[in-house]
Nanobody
Framework: QVQLVESGGGAVQSGGSLRLSCAAS????????MGWFRQAPGKEREGIAA???????TYADDLKGRFTISQDTAKNTLYLQMNSLKPGDTAMYYC??????????????????????WGQGTQVTVSS
């Protein structure tokens, strides 16, 4: 059973940074991709980034450059470094794990909601 636990959210001012973490267990690393998505109240799910078992990464076009996804396979932990945060980044952030071959496929599936494993989320609030 896949288990995902996010942490690292909080309240920051515009321009600040945060690093989110997602501790993962119960899956075969070589068969899974992982990624991040966010959802703000009243808005649709937004895929942020995904990473595959080879370390390949894919980002949403409008977030690339400010957000960086990475993973520490020894610690089974996924990260999302977020820089130059804006009030529009305020949302609940979730990590997801899904069977996949490439990070491109994974981000597409995450954006469409085609995944079965996600964590409880961590809240990020950015004030102006």
């Amino acid at each position: 059973q896949v288990q995902l636990v996010e942490s690292g959210g909080g309240a920051v001012q515009s321009g600040g940074s945060l690093r989110l973490s997602c501790a993962a267990s119960g899956y075969t690393h070589s068969s899974y991709c992982m990624g991040w998505f966010r959802q703000a109240p009243g808005k649709e799910r937004e895929g942020i980034a995904a990473i595959d078992s080879t370390g390949g990464t894919t980002y949403a076009d409008d977030l690339k450059g400010r957000f960086t996804i990475s993973q520490d396979t020894a610690k089974n932990t996924l990260y999302l470094q977020m820089n130059s945060l804006k009030p529009g980044d305020t949302a609940m952030y979730y990590c997801a794990a899904l069977p996949c071959m490439t990070s491109v496929q994974a981000l597409s599936d995450i954006t469409k909601g085609h995944f079965e494993n996600w964590g409880q989320g961590t809240q990020v609030t950015v004030s102006s």
